[in-house]
């Protein structure tokens, strides 16, 4: 893993509760995303962040709210979690090689959360 | 970003070379494509990318066909350590709209035989 970690790994709680789960890398990349990962739809793009400060919704972003203060961390937060926001959780990084360049994504080992 | 479309499930045995196809027929002059794979409970590892030539790193090749609406993905030597799930993703380059997100499909769960 490229220096990615994600905390917790593991976690139960209830509906209706705050949750928030971290992603810290120390790649000094600029680019940070959290993707969740469900049976049968693969992994999908929830928010991302291109900087301190600047974030943008993913593909399924209702539910979740994201802050970065800093660059090494990235915070995903389920202001009251569901049911159907029970799922597998991975954290991204990325860094631009150049305008009109593509560059790969590197992930976290995921954070399993299960929402009752 | 295309669509791709890859084969749900293939088998390999232990040592030989692994092909996996990738189909990006409507893929445009500035996407690229993308190889990662998923180890079961493990989080996506990127393995090649590529825009037009045929590319080689220390995990893979990646061949392009001329008219870039299809690939392969080549493990040269399979190990049982290669079974994954293989993700053949396309996507564009930064001046484009949709470059910072990756979209997975369902990928090819690639089985290495012993």
């Known amino acids: 893993d490229a220096g990615i970690t994600q905390s917790p790994r593991h976690k139960v709680t209830e509906t209706g509760t705050p949750v928030t789960l971290r992603c810290h890398q120390t790649e000094n990349h600029r680019y940070m995303y959290w993707y969740r990962q469900d049976p049968g739809h693969g992994l999908r793009l929830i928010h991302y962040s291109y900087g301190v400060k600047d974030t943008d919704k993913g593909e399924v972003s209702d539910g979740y709210s994201v802050s970065r203060s800093k660059t090494e961390d990235f915070l995903l937060t389920l202001e009251s979690a569901t049911s159907s926001q029970t799922s597998v959780y991975f954290c991204?990084?990325?860094?631009?090689?150049?305008?009109?360049?593509?560059?790969?994504?590197?992930f976290g080992p995921g954070t399993r959360l299960t929402v009752t | 970003d295309a669509k791709t479309t890859q084969p749900t499930s293939m088998d390999c045995a232990e040592g030989r070379a692994a092909n996996l196809p990738c189909n990006h027929s409507?893929?445009?002059?500035?996407?690229?494509v993308y190889w990662y794979r998923q180890i079961h409970s493990q989080g996506p590892q990127y393995i090649i990318h590529?825009?037009?030539n045929n590319e080689t790193n220390e995990m893979a090749s990646l061949i392009i066909t001329e008219d870039r609406k299809s690939s392969t993905l080549i493990l040269p030597h399979a190990t049982l350590r290669d079974t994954a799930v293989y993700y053949c993703?396309?996507?564009?380059?930064?001046?484009?709209?949709?470059?910072?997100?990756?979209?997975f499909g369902s990928g090819t769960q690639l089985t290495v035989l012993p």
């Open positions: 991204a990084i990325s860094e631009p090689a150049g305008q009109g360049v593509s560059y790969e994504q590197y």
């Open positions: 993703i396309v996507r564009g380059s930064i001046s484009s709209g949709s470059a910072r997100q990756l979209t």
């Open positions: 409507t893929i445009s002059g500035n996407e690229y």
């Open positions: 590529g825009l037009k």
